[in-house]
């Protein structure tokens, strides 16, 4: 079974600049996987934050943006605030209705 | 404005079946190019799609969990119910159910989740 791989771990200074991947163990990310982001905070259910690549969902700042990079599909977080820090998971579609989770990335702001 | 709560049973013994209900609004599980998925999430460990349930009464499951699991819906009630048998500790976790989209194949409205323990 191909898994979804994030990195596990990725820390970024208050307004910076980070990018996230996720990939595939085998194969590369195009946008055929309709790659979506969710953002989680310890306690809390995900939050949607770009689907079918590279929209924004309803209400989320510009500063989150979503590509393809390479083999593997990116969330990138301009301008990081302290409210950012959170865990990141990606979602690829597999076909046939299937949606595969990464692991997710944590992310630390410091 | 779209809501999702999950309901069921906080403690479940070892072997027993669990039974999770979503019960939604704001949306019809009978318009084109919905769905409604069930998510889980073991304490400190990474989010799971169990399984997903569309319009058209299309169902996809977990591979490693589908002889386990059972998604039906009650359009009428605007529910969805999730089965899942012979329960086990591993198990424990919190599940969400979430409004999937058929169209961009993602999750767009989430429920808070509720903490199932399985334990003796």
């Known amino acids: 079974q191909t898994v979804v791989t994030q990195e596990p771990s990725f820390s970024v200074s208050p307004g910076g600049t980070v990018t996230l991947t996720c990939g595939l163990s085998?194969?590369?990310?195009?946008?055929?996987?309709?790659p979506s982001w969710y953002q989680q905070t310890p306690g809390q259910a995900p939050r949607t934050l770009i689907y079918?690549?590279?929209t924004r969902s309803s209400g989320v700042p510009d500063r989150f943006s979503g590509s393809i990079l390479g083999n593997k599909a990116a969330l990138t977080i301009m301008g990081a605030q302290a409210d950012d820090e959170s865990d990141y998971y990606c979602v690829l579609y597999m076909g046939s209705g299937s949606l595969v989770f990464g692991g997710g990335t944590k992310l630390t702001v410091l | 404005q779209i809501t999702l709560k999950e309901s069921g049973p906080t403690l479940v013994k070892p072997t027993q079946t669990l039974t999770l209900t979503c019960t939604f609004s704001?949306?019809?599980?009978?318009?084109?190019?919905?769905?409604v998925g069930w998510i889980r999430q073991p304490p400190g460990k990474a989010l799971e799609c169990l399984a997903l349930?569309?319009?058209?009464?299309?169902?996809h499951y977990s591979p490693s969990l589908k002889s386990r699991l059972t998604i039906t819906k009650d359009t009428s009630k605007n529910q969805v119910v999730l089965t899942m048998t012979n329960m086990d500790p591993v198990d424990t976790a919190t599940y969400y159910c979430?409004?999937?989209?058929?169209?961009?194949?993602?999750?767009?409205?989430w429920g808070k989740g509720t903490t199932v323990i399985v334990s003796s």
């Open positions: 079918s690549t590279d």
């Open positions: 979430a409004l999937g989209d058929y169209r961009y194949y993602y999750m767009d409205v």
């Open positions: 349930i569309y319009w058209d009464d299309d169902k």
């Open positions: 704001g949306f019809s599980l009978s318009t084109s190019g919905v769905g």
């Open positions: 085998s194969g590369s990310v195009s946008t055929s996987y309709y």
